[in-house]
Nanobody
Framework: VQLQASGGGLVQAGGSLRLSCAAS????????IGWFRQAPGKEREGVSC????????YYADSVKGRFTVSSDNAKNTVYLQMNSLKPEDTAVYFC??????????????????WGQGTQVTVSS
């Protein structure tokens, strides 16, 4: 049972990246998937999440309108499309699965399975 995050890299400001979070050993749409990020010297913060069941999506204000979370249940994978990237988006991005988190709930204690993180660096 694991989550595998990938897709990070170095991009110029204004560019785009798509992160992937591949679930194995369980069915992704039985769980909410959250995307979190941690910038150097800062606490980890919730960025976006997609619920189980109806696939409702939620975004932090800092990324609303620029990031889009989606799910391909056939591939058991969740994506985070990041557009109009800014230097302040630079961070390690993590995906995590929760069987109990409510809508838009970024309480990390409710996420029982975490991926390994993928680095996103946005240059100015």
């Amino acid at each position: 049972v694991q989550l595998q995050a990938s897709g990070g890299g170095l991009v110029q400001a204004g560019g785009s990246l798509r992160l992937s979070c591949a679930a194995s050993g369980f069915t992704r749409d039985d769980y909410a998937i959250g995307w979190f990020r941690q910038a150097p010297g800062k606490e980890r913060e919730g960025v976006s999440c997609i619920s189980s069941s109806d696939g409702s999506t939620y975004y932090a204000d800092s990324v609303k309108g620029r990031f889009t979370v989606s799910s391909d249940n056939a591939k058991n994978t969740v994506y985070l499309q990041m557009n109009s990237l800014k230097p302040e988006d630079t961070a390690v991005y993590f995906c995590a699965a929760s069987g109990i988190a409510g809508m838009g709930d970024y309480d990390e204690s409710k996420y029982e399975l975490w991926g390994q993180g993928t680095q996103v660096t946005v240059s100015s």
